[in-house]
């Protein structure tokens, strides 16, 4: 027989009316698809666990969602600005597939899960190369041990003091800026050494 968590319970009892039919509808249906299914909350919401991460549900004030974990596999052609999960925003069970084509997705997410396999994650975007503006340049010319910190700095350190000079929309600022940051430099500090030990 099914575990029901009495956490989900009282999630359910809980939520606004029209969520309520929505979120049983979805329980059941996740159960009828998947029996070993474990319920557990995960992030403050119902989650459906089996082998991993399988699906989740939640509600709101106007509406409840409902998503698989690695729902681009799953759903790849989802519009997932709608809300999060791959049925946009759900007020009534109508809003969702049929029960039917539901359990057909939840099968395919469990096979995924008991394969192992995991959804492909988005390369970052390359940065473009930091480039040092001419007065830090001139600035770290003159003070040799600046320079030699600065070089030593990972082109993270480097772009955060760039960053932080370039963004001061006043000469004066800038001008204040760059002072600082030599000063901080020379010193081997970081641009934010205030918060590293936080």
């Not at 809980?14 to 049983?24: K, Y």
Request: glycine share 4%; hydrophobic share 45%.
């Amino acid at each position: 027989m099914a575990q029901h968590d009495p956490r989900i319970d009282a999630y359910i009892e809980n939520a606004a009316e029209f969520a309520q039919p929505v979120l049983r509808f979805l329980r059941e249906t996740v159960h009828a698809a998947c029996p070993e299914v474990e319920e557990t909350l995960k992030w403050g919401m119902p989650a459906f666990m089996y082998h991993g991460l399988l699906c989740s549900m939640a509600a709101f004030k106007q509406h409840a969602t409902f998503g698989f974990w690695k729902g681009a596999l799953i759903v790849p052609d989802a519009d997932h600005a709608a809300a999060m999960g791959q049925f946009g925003r759900i007020t009534h069970c109508r809003d969702l597939p049929t029960r039917k084509q539901i359990i057909a997705l939840i099968r395919t997410a469990m096979k995924l899960n008991v394969d192992g396999v995991k959804p492909a994650r988005a390369k970052p975007a390359a940065r473009s190369p930091v480039v040092v503006p001419d007065d830090l340049a001139a600035a770290l010319k003159k003070h040799r041990k600046a320079a030699s910190a600065f070089e030593a700095f990972s082109p993270s350190q480097r772009r955060e003091y760039i960053e932080w000079l370039t963004e001061a929309k006043r000469a004066d600022t800038r001008a204040r800026r760059l002072a600082q940051a030599i000063e901080w430099i020379g010193e081997g500090k970081t641009r934010n050494w205030k918060y590293q030990d936080c």
